[in-house]
C-alpha cells in the first residue's frame, strides 16, 4: 500500500497563492501516479490535476488550467500542486491520491490510495 500525507493548506485572498505538497510512504518502489482532488461543501470530490508516474505526462482541470502546476519528485517521493491566482471557488478540502498504475486519471473512484486532505480557503 502507499500512505499519503498533503501538507500545505491555509487561508488566502483572492489573486493569491498557495503550494501544496503530497508526500508518500509504504510501497513506493512501484510505480504509481498521482492525481489532486477537492471537495467543497455539499459536493462530490472533482478532479483537479494529475500526473504520470516519469511526470511526463500531466492534466488539469479546466477550470484550474494556467493557474495551477502540478509536479512531482520521486526521489523525495513528493508531488506539488502550486496554485496561482487563486479564486473564492477554489475554496475546497483538496486531496492526494495514487494509483498503481504508471498512468493517472480524472476518476475519483480509480485511486485505491488518498490522504486525509487538507482545507484551502480562498476569501476576502
Known amino acids: 500500500q502507499v500512505q499519503l500525507v498533503e501538507s500545505g493548506g491555509g487561508s488566502v485572498r483572492p489573486g493569491g497563492s498557495l503550494r501544496l505538497s503530497c508526500a508518500a510512504s509504504?510501497?513506493?518502489?512501484?510505480?504509481?501516479?498521482v492525481a489532486w482532488f477537492r471537495q467543497a461543501p455539499g459536493e462530490g470530490r472533482k478532479f483537479v490535476a494529475g500526473?504520470?508516474?516519469?511526470?511526463?505526462?500531466?492534466g488539469y482541470a479546466d477550470s484550474v488550467k494556467g493557474r495551477f502546476t502540478i509536479s512531482r519528485d520521486n526521489d523525495k517521493k513528493e508531488t506539488d500542486l502550486e496554485m496561482n491566482s487563486l479564486k473564492p471557488e477554489d475554496t475546497a478540502v483538496y486531496f492526494c491520491?495514487?494509483?498503481?498504475?504508471?498512468?493517472?486519471?480524472?476518476?475519483?473512484?480509480?485511486?485505491?490510495?488518498w490522504g486525509p486532505g487538507t482545507q484551502v480557503t480562498v476569501s476576502s
Open positions: 500526473i504520470m508516474y516519469h511526470g511526463k505526462s500531466t
Open positions: 509504504g510501497r513506493t518502489w512501484s510505480p504509481y501516479a
Open positions: 491520491a495514487a494509483r498503481d498504475s504508471v498512468m493517472y486519471s480524472d476518476n475519483s473512484a480509480d485511486f485505491p490510495y
